[in-house]
């Protein structure tokens, strides 16, 4: 396997690396029942961050810029933390609340801690996921396989016949795969309980029956002490 032109073998571990992070492009498994390995390709963190974020400015989402304001952030620290289990038990979150009260952060905190380390996240939406044409992407396929599936603003999409089937399949895609999504919605948790009709019923049943809700509202916030966060937290995370 030769390096391309933006990669390079490192000494180190004969391996290529990324040019631009220098993280490693290339993996060792040993052959199963058999002597020797091989070494086939794997994404370094710059590309797997830029297929799982394919949104730039969910690149600055992160616990570094997080201004402390908000209680509901020991949550994602929590989720981040229970990670295993959370993975394991299929435990995803549905975040919702008015504009502007922290949902896509909160999400997109999660997806960039869970991301450096190492663990296939994809956050996107389903407005960008439906107006591409028919083809399969990278996005999409990561849509199945990434381990979180993150999906921003439900509801803002239109509401076609088509659009409604398109969505369905991913979420019961998700839904059997037993992976877990995190979905965030400035939709009020009585619409999602009291779908119009029966193409969102199915949808949002299968969203309500595998992603604990939370709520988002500012007022909560400075009510609520970071304590009682915490222990929220860990039963959203211990919910199986
Ligand atoms: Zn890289």
């Not at 994404?43 to 969910?58: E, S």
Request: a neutral charge.
């Amino acid at each position: 396997m030769e390096p391309a032109g933006d990669e390079y073998i490192e000494p180190a571990d004969g391996l290529i690396h990324c040019k631009k992070c220098h993280g490693s492009r290339q993996t060792v498994v040993p052959r199963f029942g058999g002597s020797g390995y091989f070494m086939p390709r794997c994404l370094c963190p710059c590309k797997q961050k830029a297929q799982g974020l394919p949104d730039r400015y969910l690149y600055d989402y992160t616990f570094a810029n997080d201004n402390g304001q908000n209680p509901a952030m020991e949550k994602t620290h929590a989720y981040v933390e229970h990670w295993k289990e959370a993975y394991r038990d299929n435990t995803g979150l549905l975040l919702f609340g008015d504009v502007g009260t922290g949902k896509s952060f909160f999400a997109g905190c999660i997806a960039n801690a869970l991301l450096d380390r190492d663990v296939p996240v994809l956050m996107t939406n389903f407005p960008s996921i439906l107006n591409r044409q028919t083809g399969v992407f990278a996005e999409d396929r990561l849509a199945f396989i990434a381990s979180l599936l993150v999906i921003d603003d439900l509801g803002v999409e239109r509401n076609t016949e088509y659009a409604m089937e398109q969505i369905f399949t991913i979420i019961d895609s998700r839904y059997r795969s037993k992976k877990p999504l995190i979905v965030t919605t400035n939709l009020k948790l009585e619409e999602i309980k009291n779908p119009p009709d029966l193409a969102h019923a199915r949808i949002y049943g299968r969203i309500l029956e595998r992603c604990a809700p939370v709520l988002f509202s500012g007022k909560n916030f400075r009510e609520e002490g970071a304590r009682a966060a915490k222990a929220a937290a860990k039963e959203i995370v211990s919910k199986g």
